[in-house]
């Protein structure tokens, strides 16, 4: 494993993962029915970081970790549909061959993305005082 990279893995198979020394594992576990995607699909992805959506993703993921507490606190819907879309159209941009669907799944990951940042960040009561124009 290599720090910072982005991995797949079917947890209905076998599998292991070794890397040398210290260090901590940011983990997104999704349901493949979650994704979309058949198992086939999900085993033959390939070349994950040539996908326009590998550093959002990661930084998806980043920004998770960092704010789960505060998420689950003050908002009323889960990150949890936007961390799959976000995974299938990631998936689906190294492993399908119909542009049509990449191109639907990632325009859907934007949206859902958007609005998870507008809640975030316009539902929280403004203080009065500071700029607040009347």
Do not use: W
Request: with cysteine; aromatic share 6%; net charge positive.
């Amino acid at each position: 494993m290599h720090r910072g990279a982005l991995y797949v893995t079917d947890l209905n198979s076998c599998y292991s993962y070794t890397r040398s020394g210290e260090g901590i594992a940011r983990i997104a576990q999704v349901e493949r029915s979650a994704l979309g995607l058949t198992m086939e699909q999900v085993e033959s992805a390939a070349h994950l970081r040539a996908s326009p959506f590998y550093d959002l993703l990661r930084g998806h993921i980043a920004t998770l970790c960092t704010t789960a507490p505060t998420l689950a606190a003050h908002d009323r819907t889960s990150p949890a549909p936007i961390t799959a879309n976000l995974a299938s159209t990631l998936l689906r941009t190294t492993v399908s061959t119909d542009d049509r669907t990449s191109r639907d799944a990632a325009n859907g990951y934007l949206v859902d993305r958007a609005a998870l940042f507008m809640r975030k960040n316009f539902s929280r009561p403004r203080a009065h005082g500071r700029g607040d124009r009347r």
